[in-house]
């Protein structure tokens, strides 16, 4: 059964850089699957931002693409979130999930970390 | 991308009640990679369904899935008190991976 596990700040100024790390637990994320970063404005709907193959490759929503990393430490068994630049609109609760293929479907979720960007 | 359209916005409904909510792409879902979530609040999505119509494990019978080609459904056939959520429809098929805006079930 895999666990996922969100870590962070949680408040950043505009124009920084948020970071992010997930925690995977009882699956090694270099084994197979898709390791996916997904976001939520309060009280808003869902947005994928981006995977990261087993095998290295990465693949980002167009709308976040210039701002977004997304990349791994397989000694660590964990994967991360770079969003530069960030806006206020930015503010949303961040989940890792796990993925089947690269644009989901996400059978596995971490538990979310909310992020405010804010001066 | 593709736009999801769910409807309706909000269902209310009874325990034991039927729900249908329907998800509507803006173009066909390639190999009808469509999947289904339950979000309660505070918590993380919980995957329901998918690949349009089937159930993901430790899913009740209860839910189901169907459609293809722009046009999908979720039916929950009993509705039971820890159902009342906020149910979001997503294609995979295309990237971006895109979701519909969510239909909340309220009693």
């Known amino acids: 059964h895999v666990q996922l596990q969100e870590s962070g700040p949680g408040l950043v100024k505009p124009s920084e850089t948020l970071s992010l790390l997930c925690n995977v637990s009882?699956?090694?994320?270099?084994?197979?699957?898709?390791w996916v970063w997904i976001r939520q404005p309060p009280g808003k709907g869902l947005e994928w931002i981006g995977s990261?193959?087993?095998?290295?490759?990465?693949y980002y929503n167009p709308s976040l693409q210039s701002r977004v990393t997304i990349s791994a430490d397989m000694s660590k068994n964990q994967f991360s979130l770079r969003l530069s630049s960030v806006l206020a609109a930015d503010t949303a609760v961040y989940y890792c999930?796990?993925?089947?293929?690269?644009?989901?479907?996400?059978?596995?979720w971490g538990r979310g970390t909310l992020v405010t960007v804010s001066s | 991308e593709i736009v999801l359209t769910q409807s309706p916005g909000t269902l209310s409904l009874s325990p034991g009640e039927r729900a249908t909510v329907s998800c509507r792409a803006s173009?066909?879902?390639?190999?009808?990679?469509l999947a289904w979530y339950q979000q309660r609040p505070g918590q993380a999505p919980r995957l329901l369904i998918s690949g349009a119509s089937s159930r993901a494990t430790g899913i009740p019978d209860r839910f189901s899935g169907s459609g293809s080609g722009t046009d999908f459904t979720l039916i929950i056939s009993r509705l039971e008190p820890e159902d009342f959520a906020v149910y979001y429809c997503?294609?995979?098929?295309?990237?971006?991976?895109?979701f519909g805006q969510g239909t909340r079930v309220e009693i």
């Open positions: 009882d699956y090694s994320i270099s084994t197979a699957f898709y």
């Open positions: 173009q066909s879902v390639s190999s009808n990679y």
């Open positions: 990261l193959y087993a095998r290295g490759n990465t």
């Open positions: 997503q294609q995979y098929g295309n990237l971006p991976g895109t």
């Open positions: 999930a796990r993925s089947f293929l690269r644009g989901g479907y996400f059978d596995f």
